[in-house]
């Protein structure tokens, strides 16, 4: 059989910050075994609120002391294959969408080793396909310490998950390869990995056929998979931004139903109001003012594009009820709501310039 030609790629997944939300795997495993996932956390020095926002990000120090907590309190021999049965490609978001799109398995691999950071992966490592298969190979990352092991086989299992959650079937591997000593059933890993797996191995790494990296994806889709891959790059950049709480506070209270007073959000954040209100204070801005433009573009959008009676935009955007609701608007706009309205319901009708006869 012909074989595409070799390809040989260096991957390096270490990354000094890191995306909160990536954490999130291990907290569905705390919350099954009912153990205090706040305090671990918090002994880390991670925000609660910010394991659910996609920009928060962690030093890669405290992913490892947080991960370190876990795997020493969890009653699990095979902890790593427990939390990689968790990682799913949605929970990859941008990345794993991309991924579902690819044309094939080697795509897939391709986008990981463009977007390593995006990955939450702990090795740096190397990716080689020629006429001897399919390989990946991780260098030992002697900065983990005694979590070595454990991420080793997490992030070797999430390869796995992803490649079958992504083909829809079984995933070949032929062997599975540890530096470390085995610490819980050597069977249990092979029924998982669906191979041999050597533990006390030169080198931590995987093997599959060389036709397994060619394995067809059945949601495959070229300009999906360039929007998301666009949309990596986006997210790849913003890891090294800085965090804003301003901005935080501001998409928090345009996704609630109701907005938040500030005691209300701030319990929603794991922070005092104090805090809150010193970090906000900190970017130059107060409470205030964040809840202010979010009242109002929110209530523009409400009158422009729904039939929502004065009463209920006032609740949705905490006013105790219309009246005050109406002052404020017009403070904002010099227009009452009633007035705005109309005038963008007319707007709206108006035929443009391009579709005039």
């Given at each position: 059989m012909t074989h595409s030609p070799a390809l040989h790629l260096a991957v390096s997944f270490w990354s000094p910050?890191?995306?909160?939300?990536?954490?999130?795997?291990?907290l569905e495993l705390l919350d099954r075994y009912a153990l205090d996932a706040d305090r671990l956390l918090q002994e880390a020095g991670i925000a609660r609120f910010g394991v659910m926002d996609p920009s928060y990000t962690i030093t890669v120090q405290q992913e490892i002391?947080?991960?370190?907590?876990c795997f020493l309190r969890i009653p699990s021999a095979a902890l790593s294959l427990e939390v990689a049965r968790e990682y799913g490609l949605r929970g990859f978001s941008v990345l794993g969408l991309a991924m579902q799109a690819s044309k094939d398995v080697l795509s897939m691999l391709r986008l990981i080793a463009r977007y390593p950071r995006l990955a939450w992966g702990m090795f740096d490592g190397e990716l080689t396909l020629d006429d001897r298969g399919l390989r990946i190979a991780f260098r030992p990352q002697p900065r983990l310490g005694r979590a070595e092991?454990?991420?080793a086989e997490r992030d070797l299992a999430c390869a796995l998950v992803m490649a079958e959650e992504a083909t829809q079937q079984r995933f070949p591997l032929e062997s599975v390869h540890f530096r470390h000593a085995c610490t819980g059933d050597p069977?249990?890993?092979?029924?998982?990995?669906g191979c041999p797996v050597h533990f006390n191995a030169e080198r931590t790494g995987i093997r599959a056929a060389h036709d397994a990296a060619l394995f067809p994806l059945p949601q495959a889709d070229a300009r999906i998979c360039a929007f998301y891959t666009a949309q990596c790059a986006v997210m790849a950049r913003s890891i090294d931004?800085?965090?804003?709480?301003?901005?935080?506070?501001?998409?928090?209270?345009l996704e609630s139903a109701v907005m938040p007073d500030l005691p209300a959000l701030a319990q929603r954040m794991y922070l005092t109001e104090r805090t809150l209100q010193r970090r906000l204070r900190a970017e130059g801005v107060s409470f205030s003012q964040v809840l202010r433009e979010a009242r109002r573009e929110r209530a523009e959008q409400l009158l422009s594009e729904s039939r929502a009676s004065m009463e209920q935009i006032a609740t949705t955007l905490g006013f105790g009820d219309a009246v005050a609701f109406s002052h404020a608007f017009k403070s904002w706009t010099g227009q009452s709501p009633l007035r705005w309205r109309r005038k963008a319901t007319a707007h709206a009708a108006a035929p443009s310039a391009g579709n005039a006869c």
């Open positions: 910050l890191r995306l909160a939300y990536g954490l999130l795997p291990m002391a947080f991960h370190t907590s092991g454990f991420f069977a249990g890993y092979e029924a998982f990995f931004q800085p965090f804003r709480y301003a901005e935080a506070v501001r998409n928090r209270l």
